[in-house]
């Protein structure tokens, strides 16, 4: 056999070596047996057996989660539910399709609810939907094996989640290096592709350099010493890298940059030694919006205090709900839309439910107390916006001091995300700035970051792009207000010294990405050498 | 026996996934016929279906109707109007 060459997208860097796995779409294929008794039977069983196995997932969970499979044991113990789809079997119909149906009548009433909860409930019906699908073809979720090269168009996070990730890789054909699982990805060291094409059958080997964007399918024994090889070398890199990850950036000539880290989860913080950074530059709030219901103040306070704690005085920023776009949240983000990147979404969502986003600021301004918290607001595109929730903000600290609760103002800052703040920088009064540069790049190249045949458009490193973040840098420079860069960009050793040339000197990013983060911002000189 | 009665929704989400679930369970700890409607004269839902109580997809400020027929039937009325005054104990 001879080897195969495949290019994509890194999404994560890393290397790994193994046997090729593919995850399967969920649906399989149905074979009727076109008796209406027999197929009957076969659907009875398949929801029985569907009901089993998320009673026993139920044992486990807790919290939100327990509460969404026991909706879903109630609901497909109803024989109400099944009753559509055994009239159509009675009338000739294949069980896969009757129930197929049936559900999908079931989703369509949700869907078209005025009422965003129930709206929301489509989603429940969904997983119901495949999950009796999948018994009844017999396909289901397979385990991922370890060590393994994971091929799939696409991947959940909640299977990303569930999966043992030593030595193994994860190639899509679709996804984007921006996509949730990419972040999740590059937050744990995996190796991760995407915008893949090609022959990447079960079973085959696999050599993936993912810094790269590299695959070699049955690589010949030259390939795997050059493999190897080169494997070693940057793990050599890296280990000179971490040796000096506890110490702060400096570039060759000795200007001190400030290392931020990019944050989804506390839980990423548990392993981390805080001296690796100078702050936390974005804590992202979508994942605490993740259950069914949304949390109140003193769960959003609790998180915010354990994260500002662990930073121990140094900046923590905050960023307020960035949900729409591609983070939907059930019964918050509109369904539907056209074209959600320029929908309702970041602060246009939250000024759209003020209670919501009043929750949220209440929790920062008393988390504020515990540390040195930031607020940050995101996809900010005109100044009345930023002034709404300066007001808001207003309204909250009053309330808090009238009621006496334990509370401080937290500064206010906007990201620049939206070419047109990025541009008229100065008619924006806030009190610092982060440059976005995943949805900067987006929304000034036109090119859709999920989209990989225009992905190699969308490059930070473009001068239409640069010369915007120069624009905030000057404008930050000018008033005295903090410039950070907290969109992938940030630790991209391939781009880092284009955005120190340029003037930033706050660049944030995953915990993953700090050590050769540093050892690119070690090898720069700002002023070329005599 | 037969028993009637009326509750408002007052709780946030409404007759949402939980408080239906919740709805279905009290009812069928009860022996008698139990529906429900959204008007006093139907059309008449099921109390003890999960699946067709969210159907109904009663969102807060909707008034249930409640009409029973059996031997616990105005024991059963009363429980579940009370249920639903409690908020369905969620808030």
């Known amino acids: ?530 | 026996m037969n028993g009637t009665g009326q509750a408002t929704l007052i709780n946030a989400v409404g007759l949402h996934a939980r408080p239906s679930v919740k709805l279905t369970q009290a009812a069928k700890g009860f022996t008698a016929r139990i529906e429900f409607a959204l008007s006093p004269d139907g059309p008449w839902t099921d109390a003890k279906s999960p699946v067709k109580v969210m159907r109904v997809k009663a969102s807060k400020g909707a008034t249930l109707y409640f009409r029973s027929d059996g031997a616990d039937a105005e024991a059963a009325v009363r429980a579940l109007v009370d249920l639903v005054n409690r908020k369905f104990d969620e808030e």
């Open chain 1, 1 to 530: 056999m001879t080897a195969v060459r495949i290019h994509g997208r890194c999404a994560a860097p890393g290397f790994a070596l193994g046997p090729i796995h593919r995850v399967a779409a969920r649906r399989g294929t149905y074979q009727s047996s076109g008796a209406p008794k027999t197929e009957a039977a076969r659907l009875t069983a398949a929801i029985a057996s569907a009901s089993a196995a998320l009673e026993a997932s139920m044992t486990s969970a807790r919290g939100e989660a327990r509460d969404m499979l026991g909706f879903q044991v109630a609901m497909l113990s109803d024989a109400a539910l099944a009753e559509r789809a055994f009239h159509a079997i009675e009338a000739g119909d294949p069980a896969d399709q009757s129930w197929a149906t049936a559900l999908d009548q079931e989703i369509a009433g949700y869907l078209d609810s005025a009422d965003e909860y129930f709206r929301a409930r489509a989603s429940d019906f969904k997983d119901i939907k495949a999950r009796v699908l999948g018994s009844l073809t017999g396909v289901s979720q397979q385990p991922i094996p370890r060590g393994a090269i994971v091929v799939a168009d696409d991947l959940p996070p909640s299977l990303f989640l569930a999966t043992d990730w030593t030595d193994s890789a994860l190639l899509l054909r679709s996804g984007s290096p921006t996509s949730h699982v990419a972040i999740l990805a590059r937050a744990r060291g995996v190796p991760m592709v995407v915008g893949l094409n090609g022959d990447l059958a079960a079973g085959r080997f696999a050599a993936v350099d993912a810094a790269a964007g590299a695959v070699i399918v049955d690589p010949s024994p030259e390939e795997r010493r050059v493999f190897a090889a080169r494997r070693e070398a940057v793990a050599e890199a890296l280990r000179d890298a971490a040796a000096h990850v506890n110490e702060p950036a400096r570039t060759a000539d000795g200007e001190r940059i400030s290392v931020l880290l990019n944050i989804a989860d506390p839980k990423e913080l548990e392993a981390l030694n805080p001296a690796i950074c100078d702050g936390i530059g974005l804590v992202r709030t979508e994942l605490l919006f993740d259950g069914r219901s949304l949390p109140d103040e003193e769960q959003q306070l609790a998180v915010y205090r354990r994260i500002a704690e662990w930073a121990a005085g140094r900046p923590t920023t905050i960023r307020t709900l960035d949900a729409g776009g591609d983070k939907p949240i059930p019964g918050l983000t509109p369904e539907g839309e056209s074209n959600p990147f320029l929908g309702l979404r970041g602060v246009r969502l939250t000024l759209a439910h003020p209670q919501v986003f009043k929750t949220q600021l209440r929790a920062l301004a008393r988390a504020a107390v515990s540390g040195a918290i930031e607020v940050m607001i995101p996809m900010i595109a005109v100044p009345r916006e930023f002034d709404a929730v300066r007001r808001l903000l207003d309204e909250v600290v009053l309330e808090l001091e009238r009621e006496g609760t334990q509370h401080r103002r937290p500064p206010l800052g906007m990201m620049v995300e939206v070419p047109s703040a990025a541009i008229a920088i100065d008619q924006f009064d806030a009190e610092f700035y982060s440059i976005g540069s995943n949805d900067l790049v987006q929304y000034v190249l036109a090119a859709g970051r999920d989209i990989p045949s225009v992905a190699d458009l969308a490059k930070t490193d473009e001068d239409a792009v640069l010369r915007l973040i120069v624009n905030v840098v000057d404008h930050g420079l000018r008033t005295s207000r903090k410039v950070s860069l907290c969109g992938d960009a940030g630790g991209d050793p391939a781009i880092i010294p284009a955005l120190l040339i340029c003037g930033v000197r706050h660049l944030s990013m995953s915990p993953a990405r700090v050590a050769s983060a540093k050892a690119a911002i070690a090898d720069f000189r700002m002023t070329p050498s005599s």
